[in-house]
């Protein structure tokens, strides 16, 4: 077995196509065909149902890919190690985040990262916590930064702690009543008076929308007014007063133009301010280069609170 093999059979059950698995990686279409071939003659079994559209993977297929992403993984974590070794500092990080949190943590970290790495490329992959919880698992990701969240999949990996994120609440001004309030300077919102209020949450499958739902599920149903995929979209419609929202301390940044919003901490019941922890998070069979250990130490010194 070949390590091209292996690239070509998980290519094309990704793409659930030839053609394009053929265009991803610019080989053609007729040597993909027959590679695969070959190595079903050889195995005796076959990897894909080509009589369906698009075609399927058998259940052969499916432990073949299993088995090759291991191999492969083997493979990229040997080259890394040896590289550290050799202090070739030139390769990739792939790295999956949410996109808001990417737009505020890459631009604080990435000039520092690249003056002691400059031959090492920064690939940021962008989607839900959920999505990128089953990418790191697929290993189409290395690396992800993310809260604390579904026990189900961390069992898979390990983490290290990055920072502490307060959560806030957004509001137009006026909208969050005074009586609400607590603290001398009447900043801190009582979480338990959140249900006077309509809320505008993020959809499930964000890690915020987990959060939430576990800390809320004490004051019964919420009156839910719009759901959205953005906590800037989020804190833009509560800007207009279509109800209040939660948000990360990052969006007050981002939106630090609007003057129409207001924003309060968040006390929780024990009389603590409501936050997160936020976690780097890696398969426990993947190796970390020096290079991606240092951009973790810059992650930490740039975010600590």
């Given at each position: 077995?070949?390590?091209?093999?292996?690239?070509?059979?998980?290519?094309?059950?990704?793409?659930?196509?030839?053609?394009?698995?053929?265009?991803?990686?610019?080989?053609?279409?007729?040597?993909?065909?027959?590679?695969?071939?070959?190595?079903?003659?050889?195995?005796?079994?076959?990897?894909?149902?080509?009589?369906?559209?698009?075609?399927?993977?058998?259940?052969?297929?499916?432990?073949?890919?299993?088995?090759?992403?291991?191999?492969?993984?083997?493979?990229?974590?040997?080259?890394?190690?040896?590289?550290?070794?050799?202090?070739?500092?030139?390769?990739?990080?792939?790295?999956?985040?949410?996109?808001?949190?990417?737009?505020?943590?890459?631009?604080?970290?990435?000039?520092?990262?690249?003056?002691?790495?400059?031959?090492?490329?920064?690939?940021?992959?962008?989607?839900?916590?959920?999505?990128?919880?089953?990418?790191?698992?697929?290993?189409?990701?290395?690396?992800?930064?993310?809260?604390?969240?579904?026990?189900?999949?961390?069992?898979?990996?390990?983490?290290?702690?990055?920072?502490?994120?307060?959560?806030?609440?957004?509001?137009?001004?006026?909208?969050?009543?005074?009586?609400?309030?607590?603290?001398?300077?009447?900043?801190?919102?009582?979480?338990?008076?959140?249900?006077?209020?309509?809320?505008?949450?993020?959809?499930?499958?964000?890690?915020?929308?987990?959060?939430?739902?576990?800390?809320?599920?004490?004051?019964?149903?919420?009156?839910?007014?719009?759901?959205?995929?953005?906590?800037?979209?989020?804190?833009?419609?509560?800007?207009?007063?279509?109800?209040?929202?939660?948000?990360?301390?990052?969006?007050?940044?981002?939106?630090?133009?609007?003057?129409?919003?207001?924003?309060?901490?968040?006390?929780t019941n024990k009389g603590k301010l409501l936050k997160r922890e936020i976690y780097a998070y890696c398969r426990k069979e993947y190796y970390m280069s020096n290079a991606e250990r240092e951009m973790l130490k810059i992650m930490i010194e740039k975010l600590k609170n």
């Amino acid at each position: 077995m070949e390590f091209r093999e292996f690239e070509y059979v998980i290519t094309v059950a990704e793409c659930r196509s030839f053609t394009k698995a053929s265009e991803k990686l610019y080989v053609s279409q007729p040597t993909i065909s027959q590679t695969i071939t070959n190595v079903e003659e050889r195995l005796g079994v076959k990897l894909f149902d080509r009589s369906t559209f698009p075609i399927t993977v058998t259940y052969p297929g499916q432990r073949y890919i299993k088995v090759a992403k291991e191999i492969l993984g083997l493979r990229d974590n040997l080259i890394k190690e040896l590289e550290d070794i050799s202090h070739k500092e030139m390769g990739t990080i792939r790295m999956g985040m949410p996109t808001e949190r990417a737009a505020h943590v890459i631009p604080l970290i990435l000039g520092e990262f690249k003056t002691k790495y400059p031959k090492y490329d920064v690939n940021v992959i962008e989607n839900s916590s959920k999505n990128l919880r089953k990418m790191i698992l697929d290993k189409e990701v290395d690396i992800l930064l993310l809260p604390e969240n579904e026990k189900s999949t961390e069992y898979y990996l390990e983490r290290q702690f990055i920072y502490n994120e307060k959560l806030l609440i957004a509001a137009k001004k006026g909208v969050i009543k005074e009586e609400d309030l607590v603290g001398k300077s009447k900043r801190n919102f009582l979480i338990d008076n959140i249900v006077k209020y309509p809320i505008i949450m993020l959809r499930k499958g964000h890690a915020m929308r987990f959060t939430l739902d576990l800390i809320l599920r004490e004051f019964g149903n919420q009156n839910i007014y719009m759901e959205t995929d953005s906590h800037i979209y989020s804190a833009l419609l509560a800007s207009k007063g279509f109800g209040i929202t939660i948000v990360p301390t990052r969006t007050r940044e981002v939106l630090k133009y609007r003057n129409e919003l207001e924003y309060f901490y968040i006390k929780t019941n024990k009389g603590k301010l409501l936050k997160r922890e936020i976690y780097a998070y890696c398969r426990k069979e993947y190796y970390m280069s020096n290079a991606e250990r240092e951009m973790l130490k810059i992650m930490i010194e740039k975010l600590k609170n």
